[in-house]
């Protein structure tokens, strides 16, 4: 009988005494004949299988699992499924005894306070509809600034705890993590030991659907390379929900609901700003200045975020000298620490095809910024009409491109000066 059948015979959850009932009858055999062939009492195993309250000593878990021909896969659900429940000879629960159920924590903190995009939680609040929204857009747009806000504002309805994996799509010096590599973690997290987590991918990523079966867990997945990093990282219980994010438009996937996510509306850049220099170093600012100083960062949040860390790392700055230093060379002047919006659009280039980088580079050097068609386009890159709108969607695809209109297209003034001086990379 499969894993999942067997743990859904048991009456509610995939409880430890579900799943022993569940192979003990595939193993035809009676309470009494597997407590003889375990070496347990049989009290024990009617414990077990009763209640399913108790967590079994991990010695009897292994003389169970031979006794019934557990194999791998099944033995390291058993085991997930009764770890952190009260110990074997504290009694069952509700006798009194404190049960500390050990459940993944894993969401980062929070940003202090959300600038604006209530929209954008509502609706990852609200479609409880969708188990999978991936919130998708170009470099620093607020992507897991907004997942890891929503996930913790819906942590208290997901009591199978919150999982979070960096899946370093676009990271400096790392390599996009392989999904087995993430399934090993994700297993450990939830419980699994180490040495029971299987080889294969494909059995790794069926044991993970079987722990969380009857779970009811939030899962984010952070910075996604592309679909086939996620797939098999998503489950599919119902009680579970999971947040991808991805600077690439996720749509090769049946049933994820795709979350575009743009630049901040000018208030919500202006309080984003205001929060991060100081209250204090804005007071006797006046709003069109902020306006402007907001607008000049492409109200992209890591821009708002860097210049206003400038300001507040320089005392003697005013907010009217931050505004000339973006008039020049603002990509040189967006960079604060580990904050940097060039290298951060730098991590989005390199990602993308000799063909793909050499049309962004050209688009770059299209006068006045403003929208072009694809006949504009195909001008600029010296192709047809039809090869300019495959390459314009392959940049649509990775948020490099935005289409203001149907088939009107445009680069953000960000990304137009990133691309006006990227440079080819080693071998293109
Ligand atoms: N709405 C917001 N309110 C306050 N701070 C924000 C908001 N959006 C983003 N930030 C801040 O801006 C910076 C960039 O945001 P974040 O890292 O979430 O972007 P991202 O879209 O995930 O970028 P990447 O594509 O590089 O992963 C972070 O410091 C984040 O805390
Ligand atoms: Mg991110």
Redesign the pocket.
Known sequence: MPLLDIARDADAAPSSGGLLRGWRKRALMTQEELAERAGLNVRTVRRLENGGLWQPRTRSIVLLAQALGLDGEERALLAAVTRGLPGEGEGPAGSGTATTVIVPRQLPAD?A?????EGELAALEGDRTAPVVSVE?M????????AVHAAHRLAPGFPGGQLFVNLHG?ARATLPVEPGAALARLLRALGVPGQDVPEHLDDRAALYRSVLAEREVLIVLD?AADEHQILPLLPAGPGCRVIV?S?RRLSGLADVANLPLDV?PAA?AIA?FTRVAGPERVADVPDEVLAEVVERCGRL??AV?VAAARLREHATWSVHHLLDRLAGDRLAELRAGR?DVAA?LDLSYDRLSPGLRRAYRLLGTHPGGGDLGAGAAAGLLGTSARQAERLLDELLEVHLLRETAPGRYRLHGLVREHASRARPCPGD
């Open positions: 940003v306070a959300l600038a604006g995009r857009g470099a620093g747009t607020g992507k897991t600034a907004l676009h910075d994010t600077r901040l919500a984003l949040p890591l975020r904050h951060a």
